[in-house]
């Protein structure tokens, strides 16, 4: 008889066992998504397809520089997060008392500028594949992010689908590149020895890309999944560097698609009001269908971006409300989400205008919110369960705060002017 109650019981271990297994591979997996699709938005797009028409093979010099800051941003952010267990905000009061609640009005602040430009080019994106006015296509697309948070399952809802929508950015832009025919030598010469360096670019790829809530999204969803500790650190640190090769994999991807139309010598309209480079270059690539497929990759970029955004914006209200519940951080995703349709129904400005705006200002919230992680690394290792942390990680992040910061400087004046300050 005893041998019989112990079978039960041991397969429940193993079934335990095994889903334990799965939501930590679930979990990791949608965190890597996360950041890659947050960081891979329609300002993305845009910009990329700018300057590869600007500066043609040598912008990829450009890629391979936001790559490796991407890179040591990450590991330190997600490090960081998650040995402490602390949110961002919460982590940044620990090491300077006060700091957090700067953090979190800056990325909230940003995060709702960001997530106008995004739902303006969810429209822009059903615009291109089915010929919808933006303004409805836009209004479709937040309701359709709210009916996610809406769900009872919204966690398994939010992970699936942001899987889903990152695998479909990457297939159909390797197929444009693919068609398109880019010089990929050259592109590969030039990414490290580049015929020119536009340091305006690079700040703005790096702003656009993993400055403000972009820097702490994948780190906040592994810790509402409970991928935290010690126990945990080589898997987090696993996760950030397919992350960063997932994304550095479909930026390079899209600039070679780009390139390809460029260099066959189609002239690609970057300065008009009404200029649409990303939808020019793979309407040129591949006709019609090239237009379609552009529309759904820019409708999956920018809606993955709408709740990217909202999400991990909503993440750092906890900061003001410790003890709030996960039912009514979804309510509070969905309201994000809600403020930011009214905004863009209501505003004037083309979406693109925002988002080139907003890449600006999330690139000048990086280096302060680094600035602070940093710290709590060289001073409050107690943060960390006493873990000792690795001093050649803080000297690359002492190394790109610094290049941020200065990027920050001599870009603070132009993107401020794009609002008439």
Known sequence: MQQNAAAPAGQGVVAQGLHTVKSR??????AIFL?????????????????????????????????LIDFVVQLN???????????????????????????AILVIVGGLFFNIGNIGGTGLGLNAVFGLDPKIGGALSAVFS?????????????DRFIIF?????????????????PPVGDALFQTVLPATIDFAAITTIVGGTVGGYITYSGAHRLLDRGMVGVENLPAVNRAALTGIAVTGLMRYVLFLAILGVVASGVIIDTASQAANPAAQAFQSAAGDVGLRLFGIIFWAAAITSVIGAAYTSVSFITVFK???????????????????LVAYLLMTTPPAAMLVFVGGLNGLILPIGLSIF???AWKREDLMGG????RWLLALGVLVCLLTWYMGYKSAGTIFGLLGL
């Open 146 to 158: 709210i009916g996610i948070f809406l769900s009872k399952r919204a966690g398994l809802a939010v």
């Open 374 to 376: 940093l710290f709590a």
């Open 35 to 67: 950041m890659a699709t947050s960081a891979i938005g329609p300002g993305f797009i845009t910009q990329t397809a700018t300057f590869t028409t600007k500066l043609g093979a040598a912008f990829a010099f450009g890629i391979l520089a936001s790559i």
């Open 77 to 103: 952010i997600w490090r960081i997060v998650t040995l402490t267990r602390m949110r961002a905000s919460d982590v940044a009061n620990a090491a300077i008392p006060g700091s957090g609640y700067l953090l």
């Open 165 to 181: 929508a990152g695998i479909l950015m990457i297939v159909l832009t390797l197929y444009v590149a693919f068609i398109s025919g």
């Open 387 to 390: 873990y000792h942390y690795p």
């Open 25 to 30: 591979r679930s979990a990791l997996i949608a």
């Open 322 to 340: 410790q003890d709030i519940s996960d039912h009514a951080r979804n309510m509070a995703t969905v309201v994000f989400i809600a403020i930011s």
